[in-house]
């Protein structure tokens, strides 16, 4: 089920303090260098039209809150989306999500790490190009804080079979803990978009939840 065309973003919004390109990245990368204070920060890959960043930004205003999106118009959809709300504790990086949490991010300075239907790459000689690979598992590992969370949902069976029997074999990280699925209040009550297109179609979510 691919991904359905955006919507026109007005020309007149400035996106300056919401998106922010890969190489503009202090490194190490830390909360208080991209937003000003000292709070935990959540890191989103693949943060899509942003629908997570959103919610995520306005429930838990004490968190900040970084999205990591490699594809240049999503990332301005989703920054878009915050400036639009004025969300202070959000922000979006257009780049690779794999290269920055290696290069980018210092040990234990993530609260959680959210992944939220990767590409599943569906031909067996493009699966190496996933997301949810062992060196990218191992840089999740190391830069979640002792408690932390690294929360991925998908709607591939193998993919999520595939990725629990990977994140066993190369860390130490516990769980899975399997998240219930709760009802939605409204239409946009959904983690992210690709979610509600899920649900609404009667087709399965796989969650996960594991702690450091």
């Known amino acids: 089920m691919g991904r359905r065309a955006l919507r026109k973003i007005d020309p007149g919004l400035d996106l300056t303090r919401w998106l922010i390109a890969e190489e503009a990245l202090p490194t190490p990368l830390r909360s208080e260098l991209l937003f000003g204070r000292t709070a935990p920060l959540q890191i989103e ?25 490699i594809a240049a118009k999503y990332a301005r959809f989703a920054a878009a989306r915050l400036a639009r709300c004025a969300c202070a504790n959000g922000k979006v990086v257009h780049g690779d999500g794999v290269r920055i949490f290696h290069d980018r991010l210092a040990d234990q300075s993530v609260e959680a790490v959210h992944v939220y239907f990767p590409d599943p790459w569906w031909k067996r000689r493009h699966r190496r190009r996933r997301v949810m690979h062992a060196a990218f598992l191992r840089d999740v590992e190391r830069v979640l804080r002792v408690g932390g969370a690294l929360h991925f949902w998908t709607d591939v069976a193998e993919y999520y079979q595939t990725t629990l029997e990977l994140v066993r074999q190369t860390t130490q990280l516990n769980g899975p803990v399997i998240p219930a699925e709760r009802p939605s209040e409204h239409d946009l009550d959904y983690q992210t978009h690709f979610e509600r297109r899920m649900r609404l179609n009667d087709l399965p979510v796989y969650r996960s939840e594991f702690r450091k």
């Open 45 to 69: 890959v693949g943060s899509g039209k942003g629908l997570f960043l959103a919610h995520a930004t306005a429930s838990l205003p004490a968190h900040d809150f970084l999205g990591i999106e």
